[in-house]
């Protein structure tokens, strides 16, 4: 039996990943569009890659809605979740309702932290992989994807009982799923992808984190300014190692362990951006320049509260979280008044 893999939010990262897993021998891939129906259906993706080469992928399924999907009563061996984290706008776990069966693997390619709770909650069987990714890829016509550099993907069983507990029954078939994963994706090209344990890739998630929540909200504020012109100028560098700083030295606190050695340093981090020349923006800034909701809740707001329910406080990431919502829920209020 093909494996059977369907991506829900086929967009620039969700389709590159669809693309590369589609290469590995007896797998099937599916994907549920959302604008990008119409021009997928009728030519799939072209994806052009400096690594890759230009290249065609065509869906083995390309549904306009969970319900088509539904109808095809597929088992579905893993299910990719690579839509925007946006907790305070939907609840995304809803769109998986009648998809997810007994061994279904749910994998969630997304920012933040907290980004599985939902699922764990509507799916308290099922086995919740977590991953993180660094790729730089754009979607710039619908169906069309650009992917400049990048591949890697980190993906671990999202376990928090072992934060606290012993391991359960349920861990090892966890695992073997994970591994099954990151397997795919390494026969379709994806050499970096690695398999990491729980506490491992929640460490990831709040490295990139201290990335995020610097990089991102900082960019808005100081009117979408680029990465790298920001660590240039002498003021902001201060101000985004002080942000990477406190979320550094709050997470081990919180996970109960250090970083391992080899993840960067702030200096690092900042010493890569300044040699970024490209001029691109975080995600956070060209969501704000286009008039769309942030994930301010995943990448600010649940980690201030993850650690203040810990005991710890993160004062810099909360005047950037809390002076963003506000400017969020002001523009909101904008533009319902100018629809009244």
């Given at each position: 039996?093909?494996?059977?893999?369907?991506?829900?939010?086929?967009?620039?990262?969700?389709?590159?990943y669809a693309s590369r897993v589609a290469q590995a021998p007896d797998t099937r891939v599916s994907v549920?569009?959302?604008?990008n129906y119409a021009a997928v259906k009728a030519n799939g993706f072209s994806v052009t890659s400096p690594?890759?080469?230009?290249?065609?992928?065509?869906?083995?399924?390309?549904?306009?809605?969970?319900?088509?999907?539904?109808?095809?009563?597929?088992?579905?061996?893993?299910?990719?979740?690579?839509?925007?984290?946006?907790?305070?706008?939907?609840?995304?776990?809803?769109?998986?309702?009648?998809?997810?069966?007994?061994?279904?693997?749910?994998?969630?390619?997304?920012?933040?932290?907290?980004?599985?709770?939902?699922?764990?909650?509507?799916?308290?069987?099922?086995?919740?992989?977590?991953?993180?990714?660094?790729?730089?890829?754009?979607?710039?016509?619908?169906?069309?994807?650009?992917?400049?550099?990048?591949?890697?993907?980190?993906?671990?069983?999202?376990?928090?009982?072992?934060?606290?507990?012993?391991?359960?029954?349920?861990?090892?078939?966890?695992?073997?799923?994970?591994?099954?994963?990151?397997?795919?994706?390494?026969?379709?090209?994806?050499?970096?992808?690695?398999?990491y344990n729980h506490v491992k890739l929640q460490q990831v998630r709040w490295h990139k984190i201290a990335?995020?929540?610097?990089?991102?909200?900082?960019?808005?504020?100081?009117?979408?300014?680029?990465?790298?012109?920001?660590?240039?100028?002498?003021?902001?560098?201060?101000?985004?190692?002080?942000?990477?700083?406190?979320?550094?030295?709050?997470?081990?606190?919180?996970?109960?362990?250090?970083?391992?050695?080899?993840?960067?340093?702030?200096?690092?981090?900042?010493?890569?951006?300044?040699?970024?020349?490209?001029?691109?923006?975080?995600?956070?800034?060209?969501?704000?320049?286009?008039?769309?909701?942030?994930?301010?809740?995943?990448?600010?707001?649940?980690?201030?509260?993850?650690?203040?329910?810990?005991?710890?406080?993160?004062?810099?990431?909360?005047?950037?979280?809390?002076?963003?919502?506000?400017?969020?829920?002001?523009?909101?209020?904008?533009?319902?008044?100018?629809?009244?």
């Amino acid at each position: 039996m093909p494996t059977q893999i369907l991506i829900v939010g086929a967009g620039a990262v969700g389709a590159f990943y669809a693309s590369r897993v589609a290469q590995a021998p007896d797998t099937r891939v599916s994907v549920i569009c959302r604008s990008n129906y119409a021009a997928v259906k009728a030519n799939g993706f072209s994806v052009t890659s400096p690594q890759y080469g230009d290249y065609k992928f065509t869906p083995t399924h390309t549904f306009p809605n969970p319900e088509e999907a539904r109808k095809t009563g597929i088992r579905w061996d893993y299910i990719v979740v690579s839509t925007k984290a946006l907790p305070d706008v939907s609840d995304d776990s809803e769109i998986l309702e009648g998809l997810v069966s007994d061994g279904t693997a749910i994998v969630l390619i997304q920012n933040g932290l907290g980004v599985e709770q939902p699922y764990v909650k509507r799916f308290p069987g099922a086995t919740i992989l977590s991953a993180v990714t660094i790729v730089s890829a754009a979607q710039v016509s619908h169906g069309v994807i650009k992917h400049n550099r990048w591949t890697r993907i980190n993906v671990g069983p999202y376990q928090p009982h072992l934060d606290t507990g012993g391991s359960k029954s349920s861990d090892v078939t966890a695992i073997e799923l994970n591994n099954k994963f990151v397997e795919l994706l390494q026969a379709g090209g994806v050499k970096d992808a690695e398999a990491y344990n729980h506490v491992k890739l929640q460490q990831v998630r709040w490295h990139k984190i201290a990335i995020n929540a610097s990089m991102n909200p900082s960019s808005v504020l100081s009117g979408s300014t680029p990465n790298g012109t920001m660590a240039l100028d002498d003021e902001l560098y201060r101000h985004l190692k002080g942000v990477m700083d406190e979320v550094l030295s709050t997470a081990p606190k919180v996970l109960g362990q250090p970083f391992p050695k080899e993840f960067a340093t702030a200096e690092r981090i900042l010493r890569s951006t300044q040699k970024n020349t490209s001029g691109s923006k975080p995600s956070m800034a060209l969501d704000w320049e286009q008039g769309k909701r942030m994930e301010l809740e995943v990448i600010l707001g649940n980690p201030i509260r993850i650690a203040r329910e810990r005991g710890f406080e993160m004062p810099r990431m909360q005047s950037l979280y809390a002076l963003l919502r506000m400017a969020q829920e002001n523009r909101d209020k904008m533009k319902q008044k100018s629809k009244l």
